[in-house]
């Protein structure tokens, strides 16, 4: 700061002695923090409107008789807020008085505890000391199971109706209601039927106490026991920002972050619960090769110089086409970006692809809606309900656009059109890839009569837009350059594996839908030499001539590309419990052995500049930019 | 009898008492009822208007807020625009309303059409506390009997004003008397104060501009419109104008409802219109507003029913409700009867009132019970300050008003409770008997 001049639309605000500029109407909670002022508050949350319920911020206003909730007055040019005044200390004392004289004792045993509100603001502006007999305590109910994903103790519920707020604003869904009055309050669903909204696990986050607790985190691990790393979900292609909690190789809990652009801090369900599925599942624990006799356990040199090997004869027997490379999209741009290089630079194949579903003609054009744009369109249509299947927090931007900012959201039903004819306005269409080309002719035909449209294609998996960008495809070199020479999807690489005519397949990171397919058994089997890198046992690793372990996504780092294309970081957050080198080292070193170097380190980075060099929308959006594709994007 | 003796020519409310049918239109109309509409519909919206601010009348629900410049609030050009018709009558000691709904239904009907047209308002809703189950009954008949007479509906009398009156039962909360909770229960909501501003007459039922009036405000309509806002203001004085219903209990031979001009009349003159203190025995003490207002003794007898007047004693008149006790009287047990009612009716919405309610009522039950400490004794003051102008809305602020002003009125009093083991004053009473 330091220019006096002000910005003629800002009011000037003091804080404590220091002065601000805010634009007017903003809230004196949120001056106080641009002045570094730190104000207690229970109720008040930045997704959630004003309420003044908790009075645990309530502050002095220089000209106002009473003490102001700052969470709930708007600032006026030359305001004067004290908020360390005897005044103030007094009864910031006193609400936390009121606050404890019926909260049960039980931090010992809270989930919450360390990081509880309650605790710290008694910590840092409480009274220390409580003058109400412990057996003149109001009870409540305890653990109550509100679904098989929530746990509630009205007894540590401090009233801020934060839960409640969040299923009126939020979802829309109003599951958990205010019941009783006065101190007999309490927040619970009506007659107790469960929770069943897709979007419970957010109730946790909100709750500033530890009155709603997940029952999954129920007495897992203390806060500090916890090691936390920012990544993004693997669960789908929305690329919802989160924070991996680890305690020791066990994933404990994921938490939310907030990414405006993208969750905007709400989880669903599906993927906040889905990090089991990375605890104690069974692994590749060793390389294997088959040597003469059967397969072995080798080392990890020898079995990328066998699979070099095996490869190297194929080649030379059979020509390079001989060979077929299989990824997935739970791969990172830089895996996939290396894979396809290996295959068609290195092999020298044109046969490579990463998934079973064939691939529908995807061009930039498809995600050229943001995720935060679609609260500035004035009509959104979503085709079907695959799009919201496939990414369910979708469904809450859905709803904070028609209900906080006034957009028309319609729901189509197959077969899709929209005739509506009305003055020209901002039109977003959201499809699922299966119908994209359905959304892609409602965009052009609104085009066509005025409008301003962009589409938005929600894809599968949490990197199937990465895939596809980095070429990971029969057709279509990385940046969306047709392929001189268009070789075989996945379904023909399988059947051709089966009848013989590929001899072998490089298999990375297969999906579970590979792993399921009967087809694969047969393409393994069909195959002279199959190499493999997986994290997991299964049709893949009992059908490979050299296995090798690999990591699963939360094990590894680099980028990922959401469904609107913002390039994200996945960042390590445990270690595999035995020493597995990263896919991409493994890569690496296979190029290596197979005689052509990647030139850079195998580490995210330098790969990232590397690819970036060979799709220029890349340049620059690794710290979760949207790719930068022409004009359209 | 001595003092201000209402005069039949100087009511308002009360004026036609003792006229037969009075709850019937035939009845009502017999007096002269609904010419005051019929007088409202030729005068015109802001003719009304400018009576009523002529007749300086003040809202009779407690706050005393100016009506005509209450009206004017409501922004230029909005509509619909909703009258809410607070009848959730529910302040301890206070039964005016329920007096002037049982006797004079059409004269509340008829302010209430009175009103609708002078704020061209398309909907009344009478929102009528939960236990005036009769009440509501007989306001319902009343509202249909009208409707069949065109009195309620489209083209009112004739005219191109029409209004749906509906009544509204409560389901038993205090807080419901507050404007905006009233508004949430209203519209099916959980009964608790809504955020201001926005103020109820920018948005308020419905999101739409609402004025929420007094049953006994409104009733004053058909007088202010007949006779003039002039000659309303000239019944009582001009700081305090008009006349007003007080509820007169507690220890007085002659409990009731008395319709007294206001500034020229003491509270000795409506202790007297009860017939006195009972039993022969001493004035003690009063509360002069209902539950929420601060305590006074014999030294305020004399100060005029003025706003102004009681407020310069430390209390106010609120909703218009004399509560008289006499010398027998434990002012630590009233404290805490208080007490316990703020802490059943406290919505739980905000932690002071919440959670202040119920400290200061387990304080109070083992004061009064002799058991509390004289550490404990002097928290609630502590205890009240945290309350006290920290509350979302005025609940539980004035829950604490009545117990911290009997503190400092009777503080010898509460502290020979402390430590007692028994209550002293009612031991006191039993050894003089």
């Known amino acids: ?633 | 009898m001595e003092g201000a003796q209402p005069v039949p020519d100087g009511l308002v409310l009360t004026r036609y008492q003792g006229a037969p049918g009075l709850t019937t239109l035939d009845g009502y109309r017999k007096v002269g009822g609904y010419r005051g509409l019929a007088r409202a519909l030729e005068m015109g919206p802001e003719a009304i208007v400018a009576e009523v601010k002529a007749s300086g009348l003040r809202g009779r629900g407690g706050a005393a807020f100016p009506t005509g410049t209450k009206w004017g609030f409501l922004p230029q050009g909005v509509f619909p625009r909703y009258l809410a018709v607070n009848a959730d009558e529910s302040e301890p000691g206070c039964f005016k309303d329920r007096v002037l709904i049982e006797e004079y239904p059409h004269q509340l009907l008829e302010g209430v059409l009175i009103t609708a047209f002078a704020l061209q308002a398309s909907h009344a809703f009478i929102y009528i506390r939960g236990e005036y189950r009769k009440q509501r009954e007989l306001l319902e008949a009343v509202v249909r009997e009208a409707y069949r007479a065109k009195l309620v509906g489209k083209r009112i009398l004739g005219s191109d004003f029409g209004c749906e009156v509906v009544v509204h039962g409560g389901a038993g909360a205090y807080i419901c008397g507050e404007e905006t909770a009233l508004l949430d229960s209203l519209e099916g909501r959980r009964g608790q104060p809504r955020l201001k501003p926005p103020f109820p007459a920018v948005k308020g039922l419905y999101g739409q501009p609402t004025v929420v009036n007094n049953v006994e405000t409104l009733s004053n309509l058909p007088y202010i419109v007949t006779e003039g806002g002039a000659a309303y203001a000239a019944l009582g004085t001009e700081a305090s104008p008009g006349t007003r219903l007080f509820c007169v209990s507690g220890h007085v031979e002659r409990p009731g409802t008395f319709e007294v001009p206001m500034g020229r009349t003491t509270f000795r003159d409506l202790l007297e219109l009860a017939g006195g203190v009972w039993r022969g025995r001493k004035f003690k003490a009063m509360q002069p507003g209902g539950g929420s207002m601060q305590v006074l003794g014999p030294q305020h007898l004399d100060v005029p029913l003025d706003f102004k007047a009681v407020a310069d004693a430390g209390s106010s008149l609120g909703a218009g409700a004399l509560v008289v006790m006499d010398e027998t009287t434990c002012m630590v047990e009233v404290s805490r009867r208080l007490v316990d009612f703020y802490r059943h009716e406290s919505c739980g919405k905000c932690v002071p009132c919440r959670e202040g309610t119920y400290f200061e009522s387990q304080l109070m039950h083992r004061l009064e019970e002799g058991s509390a400490s004289a550490e404990e004794l002097a928290s609630l003051a502590d205890i009240c300050a945290g309350m006290d102008g920290r509350c979302f809305c005025p609940l539980g602020d004035t829950a604490t008003w009545f117990v911290m002003s009997a503190y400092r009125m009777f503080k010898d009093e509460f502290d020979a409770h402390v430590g007692a083991g028994h209550c002293p004053v009612r031991a006191g009473v039993g050894a003089a008997a």
């Open chain 1, 1 to 633: 700061m330091g220019e006096a001049s002000a910005h003629p639309d800002l009011v000037r605000v003091t804080v404590d002695d220091r002065e601000v500029e805010v634009a007017p109407g903003t809230l004196v909670w949120d001056a106080c923090e641009r002045a570094g002022v730190f104000v207690p508050v229970y109720c008040a949350h930045k997704k959630l409107e004003p309420v003044a319920v908790c009075r645990m911020c309530l502050v002095e206003v220089e000209g106002m008789p009473k003490l102001q909730p700052a969470c709930a007055t708007r600032v006026a040019d030359g305001m004067k807020v004290r908020t360390l005044t005897e005044q103030v200390r007094k009864f910031r004392d006193s609400n936390l008085e009121f606050l404890l004289l019926n909260h049960p004792l039980d931090c010992p045993v809270c989930d919450r505890g360390g990081e509880c509100d309650l605790q710290d603001f008694t910590q840092r502006f409480g009274p220390g000391r409580s003058r109400q007999s412990i057996q003149q305590k109001v009870h409540f109910d305890k653990a109550i199971p509100l679904s098989d994903k929530i746990v509630l103790d009205q007894e540590r519920c401090i009233l801020c109706w934060r839960c409640v707020r969040y299923y009126e604003e939020v979802t829309g869904e109003r599951e958990i209601v205010l019941q009783q009055r006065g101190v007999h309050t309490v927040v619970d669903t009506f007659e107790r039927q469960p929770l069943r909204s897709q979007f419970q696990g957010n109730l946790p986050e909100i709750c500033p106490v530890g009155a709603l607790t997940h029952a999954k985190y129920r007495f897992r691990a203390r806060p500090w026991d916890l090691r936390r790393t920012a990544s993004i979900c693997s669960h789908c292609s929305y690329g919802c920002n989160l924070f991996i909690d680890a305690r020791d190789d066990q994933i404990a809990r994921y938490a939310s972050s907030d990414n405006e652009d993208v969750e905007d801090s709400w989880l669903c369900d599906r993927g906040r619960y889905s990090f089991p599925e990375y605890n104690g599942r069974e692994r590749v624990t060793a390389p294997e090769a088959v040597v003469t006799g059967g397969r072995q356990v080798v080392s990890h040199r020898e079995a990328v110089a066998r699979a070099a090997g095996q490869l190297l004869r194929i080649i030379s027997d059979r020509g390079p086409e001989a060979v077929a490379v299989v990824g997935s999209d739970l791969m990172t741009n830089e895996e996939a970006f290396v894979l396809q290089w290996l295959a068609r630079e290195v092999i020298g194949t044109p046969h490579l692809d990463h998934r079973l579903r064939p691939t529908p003609h995807l061009d930039p054009a498809d995600f050229e809606l943001s995720i935060a744009g679609i609260e500035e369109c004035d009509l959104i249509l979503v085709l079907g309900e695959e799009p919201e299947r496939l990414a369910p927090v979708l469904t809450l931007r859905l709803h904070k656009a028609a209900t906080k900012r006034g957009r028309r959201v319609e729901r189509l039903q197959p077969p899709y059109a929209w005739t509506e004819v009305a003055q020209p306005q901002r039109v977003g269409v959201i499809s699922s890839e299966l119908d994209r080309d359905a959304g892609a002719a409602i965009r052009d035909q609104l085009r066509g009569a005025g409008h301003t449209a962009q589409l938005l294609t929600i894809m599968e998996r949490v990197n199937s837009r990465g895939c596809q960008d980095m070429g990971l495809l029969p057709g279509w070199l990385p940046g969306y350059l047709a392929a001189p020479q268009a070789g075989m999807g996945l379904p023909e690489i399988l059947q051709s594996s089966a009848t013989g005519k590929l001899k072998a397949l490089l298999i990375v990171n297969p999906s579970a839908e590979l792993e399921a397919a009967p087809e694969f058994e047969a393409a393994l089997r069909g195959v002279e030499a199959a190499v493999v890198v997986t994290p997991h046992p299964g049709a893949a690793s009992r059908g490979a001539s050299v296995l090798i372990p690999g990591r699963t996504i939360v094990e590894k780092a680099g980028t990922v590309t959401n469904a609107e294309g913002r390039v994200q970081r996945v960042r390590a957050a445990i270690e595999p419990s035995l020493t597995v080198p990263t896919d991409l080292r493994t890569l690496g070193e296979l190029a290596e052995a197979l005689g052509t170097s990647l030139g850079v380190s195998p580490m995210a980075t330098p790969v990232y500049e590397k690819l970036a060099a060979a799709v220029p929308a890349y340049r620059g959006a690794q710290a979760g930019m949207r790719a930068r594709w022409g004009s359209g994007g």
